[in-house]
């Protein structure tokens, strides 16, 4: 079972006054032992925004750095709900995840979850192999990659896919199409890392300050944000997918293109509305976001009953998506942008 599991509990301690300008409290005596505090330790004090104080030591952070846990396999399950499970203890935070089985791996269980592991899991490696189990430890350093950087090269990435998925719409170009649906795992990767983070400088405020994060309560901002960025790289999937459906290009002059166009601008905007201090102009793209759909809208085919039809229409719902996803991003911008005096 997991490790490293915390029971909250309140103590209550009185200020004394001492001298001319000293005040002292106690620290609960269980905090201490359970932490192995002693006489001569520093501690830290970190005033919090909602006025409270955070008291935190160096010997905690080392006692806790490592949270371990042991995952039963279980064989009457698939190999992905089992996948699903270590994804899940990956997401929550912990640095040591052991799965272990008395029957011992299938070759295929083996295979797949060691394949899937490196293909979702940044930094997560596999330090311990036998027959009956599997170690897995995370070797990632937040100050390599803070969050920023993950949702920089997110952006990236799904920018990429999506004009990567319009070129091969134009010129029915299947092996782009393909290399658009396989990228995405990548941006799986980096959304999978940013919920790990998130969740971690939630508990954390040194974690919280070392990838970038000023204020706990952005913590849900970007969650949201990078949902909203992977859900754009998968609508550059299903644009890729039904390329592959289709038996010719579009010409470069059809009005999607010009749809896509505006889609990707305003998803660009969107992106840089995180950056903007000023809510009037972040509302501007919210705006624009919500005409660029509606301008979708206008495009669809009257009949969806001709050659590829039925495929430009999926695709211009995906491209109205965009600018959807692109107006959300814009409005979590607009709350995050608001700061409590």
Not at 130 to 154: A, G, H, T, W
Request: charged share 25%; hydrophobic share 40%.
């Amino acid at each position: 079972m997991p490790s490293g599991g915390l029971l909250i509990t309140k103590d209550k301690r009185k200020v004394q006054f001492t001298g001319n300008s000293t005040y002292i409290v106690s620290l609960p005596i269980k905090w201490v032992r359970d932490i192995g505090l002693e006489a001569g330790d520093t501690l830290t004090l970190t005033p919090m925004p909602n006025r409270t104080l955070l008291i935190s030591s160096s010997a905690a952070s080392k006692e806790h750095s490592a949270l371990k846990a042991t995952i039963d396999y279980v064989h009457s399950d698939s190999a992905e709900n089992n996948l699903r499970i270590l994804i899940s203890h990956y997401l929550v935070g912990y640095d040591v995840i052991r799965l272990t089985t008395k029957k011992g791996f299938s070759a295929y269980d083996r295979k797949f979850i060691k394949d899937s592991v490196r293909q979702k899991l940044i930094g997560l490696e596999l330090v311990e192999e036998s027959r009956n189990e599997l170690v897995f430890q995370c070797l990632l350093n937040y100050n390599d990659l803070p969050l920023s950087r993950v949702i920089k090269n997110m952006y990236g990435l799904v920018l990429s896919m999506l004009e990567d998925s319009m070129s091969a719409l134009r010129d029915h170009n299947v092996e782009i199409a393909e290399d658009v649906i396989q990228r995405d795992d990548d941006v799986d990767r980096f959304y999978l890392l940013s919920v790990r983070q998130l969740k971690a400088s939630i508990e954390d405020i040194e974690l919280s300050e070392k990838i970038g994060i000023k204020h706990p309560r952005d913590c849900l901002g970007y969650r949201l944000i990078t949902k909203c960025i992977e859900r754009v790289g998968d609508h550059a999937v299903r644009i890729s997918r039904n390329v592959l459906k289709m038996d010719s290009g579009v010409s470069a002059d059809d009005p999607i293109f010009k749809m896509a166009d505006l889609s990707f601008k305003v998803f660009e905007s969107s992106i840089g509305s995180m950056t903007e201090e000023d809510p009037q102009a972040i509302n501007k793209i919210v705006v624009e976001a919500k005409k660029v759909s509606q301008f979708g809208v206008s495009l669809e085919p009257q009949d969806c009953n001709g050659s590829g039809n039925i495929e430009l229409s999926m695709i211009l719902e995906s491209l109205r998506r965009v600018s959807e996803y692109s107006a959300d991003i814009a409005e979590v911008a607009i709350n995050m942008s608001i700061r409590k005096s």
